[in-house]
């Protein structure tokens, strides 16, 4: 094993800026980062341009098995000092394997299609969602509830920040984004695809559990302070809300998202035996 001390090593350099959103949209690169998330995409076949981990990875089987995996799989795994990996990582303890990944993304149109005999398509619409956490709390619970595509709005956090990644536990690899979307072109892309919208606004009219959220949908939730935004409240085919019995003014854009989720699932178990 060729251990890696120099920062000047073009692969270290890579990864450390890819640490920033400017070089990931230039590169078309970003960071998978410790040993479950990369068995999560080794499962769901990511392709990677380079792995690059430290020593320490060795002291427990499972990461030396997934070194020993990426590398019989013919992936480019390179040993870097331990002081170059903590300058790569985005964690205050450096997880001791680092991959750099292209991103990958789905043109709105193949979000918005769905061929029989599939379920029809259930979209989560993150609007102007700027919290990591939140964002990456959202892709995950949307694959979980049977969701077919995550569509962030123009304004959102980069869904392939290092936070996001983290956040959404795998669900990166597994269900497929577009970002950057302008809430017009959206609302009127989605018109036009037959999707209904329904849209999550603090003093809407319609408890979200009286909506009818089977067929061909879209949901949207927003930042707790700016909501979804003029444009989407526009175009709702129904906005719904929350109840809140208790003294607060609104809820996490996780949690909203989570409800609506499962609520859309409930009503479309019929679709997706």
Not at 157 to 166: L, T
Request: net charge positive; glycine share 8%.
């Amino acid at each position: 094993m060729e251990l890696i001390t120099s920062a000047a090593n073009r692969y270290v350099k890579l990864a450390r800026s890819l640490k920033e959103r400017s070089w990931r949209e230039k590169k078309g690169l970003y960071l998978i980062e410790g040993i479950h998330l990369l068995e999560e995409a080794r499962q769901a076949g990511i392709p990677l341009e380079a792995v690059l981990y430290s020593p320490r990875i060795f002291v427990t089987p499972r990461g030396e098995r997934l070194v020993a995996g990426l590398q019989g799989a013919g992936y480019r795994c390179l040993a870097v000092a331990e002081d170059l990996m903590t300058a790569i990582s985005t964690t205050v303890t450096p997880p001791g394997i680092v991959a750099v990944a292209p991103i990958r993304e789905q043109p709105l149109a193949a979000l918005l299609a769905a061929a029989p005999p599939s379920p029809p398509p259930l979209l989560i619409i993150a609007a102007a969602i700027q919290d990591p956490g939140n964002l990456g709390t959202i892709w995950r619970t949307a694959l979980g509830a049977g969701a077919t595509g995550l569509i962030l709005t123009r304004g959102s956090v980069d869904p392939f920040n290092p936070k996001v990644v983290r956040a959404a536990m795998g669900a990166t690899f597994k269900l497929p984004v577009v970002s950057g979307v302008e809430p017009a072109v959206l609302a009127r892309e989605l018109r036009a695809a037959g999707l209904k919208l329904v849209v999550a606004d603090v003093g809407a009219p319609l408890v979200f559990w009286q909506a009818d959220l089977r067929g061909p949908l879209a949901l949207a939730v927003g930042s707790e302070n700016q909501g979804p935004g003029p444009e989407l409240r526009a175009a709702a085919t129904a906005r719904v809300g929350i109840p809140l019995v208790g003294a607060v003014e609104s809820l996490n854009a996780a949690v909203a998202a989570a409800l609506l989720l499962y609520e859309a699932l409930r009503q479309r178990q019929n679709f997706c035996r």
